[in-house]
C-alpha cells in the first residue's frame, strides 16, 4: 500500500473514532469513504467507527462498481452519488447521531434547507442542507430520491436517518 493511501485510511479511522466517542456513528451505523487515485475507499459493511482499522476500508471503481476486498457498506452508492456530482469532493461522511435524525423527523417549510438560519457556522461551512424523502435505508428508492433532489442543496439530511455531507 502506498504511503498517502495508508495516511488517508489512518486519518478516516481517526475520523470515524471521533465520531464514535462523539456519539454520532454508535454501534455499526454510519459509514465514510474518500477518494486515492480514481477509486472510492468506503468502509465496508457492519465497520464500526469505534473499532475501525485500515483493514475495514473497501476500494470500488466507480466505474464499474467494481469491488477490491471486503463488501462495501450497503449505502456507497449515496458516496458515488456526492462524488459524481463534484469533482472537487475528496471525502464523504454519513452518520446516524440522535439529535440530527431527529431533526429529520420534524417537518420543515423549506425542504432545499431544512436547517435554520440560526446556525451561522454550518451555514459559512457548508451551506444550505437539504431534506431528502424518507426511503428504507440501502434501498434504490432511497438513493433514487438522493440523486433527484441532491443538487439542490450542499449537504443532506436524509428523512428519518442522518445527514450525509460531502
Not at 475507499?41 to 457492519?46: E, R
Request: proline share 5%.
Amino acid at each position: 500500500m502506498d504511503q498517502e493511501l495508508k495516511e488517508k485510511k489512518e486519518l478516516a479511522c481517526w475520523i470515524g473514532r471521533q465520531l464514535f466517542e462523539r456519539k454520532m456513528g454508535p454501534g455499526t451505523t454510519g459509514n465514510l469513504s474518500f477518494r486515492h487515485e480514481g477509486k472510492i475507499y468506503i468502509t465496508c459493511s457492519g465497520a464500526c467507527f469505534g473499532r475501525l482499522s485500515t483493514e475495514d476500508f473497501t476500494e470500488v471503481d466507480p466505474e464499474t462498481d467494481a469491488v477490491t476486498g471486503k463488501k462495501p457498506s450497503k449505502e456507497y452508492p449515496l458516496h458515488k452519488a456526492v462524488y459524481m456530482n463534484s469533482e472537487e469532493t475528496g471525502a464523504v461522511i454519513h452518520v446516524h447521531s440522535t439529535y440530527a435524525v431527529l431533526w429529520s423527523c420534524l417537518k420543515h417549510e423549506n425542504e432545499a434547507d431544512c436547517i435554520p438560519e440560526y446556525t451561522p457556522y454550518l451555514k459559512m461551512k457548508l451551506g444550505t442542507v437539504g431534506l431528502i424523502p424518507y426511503a428504507k435505508p440501502g434501498s434504490e428508492e432511497l438513493f433514487r430520491a438522493f440523486a433527484e433532489n441532491m443538487e439542490k442543496s450542499n449537504g443532506w439530511l436524509l428523512k428519518n436517518h442522518g445527514p450525509v455531507v460531502g
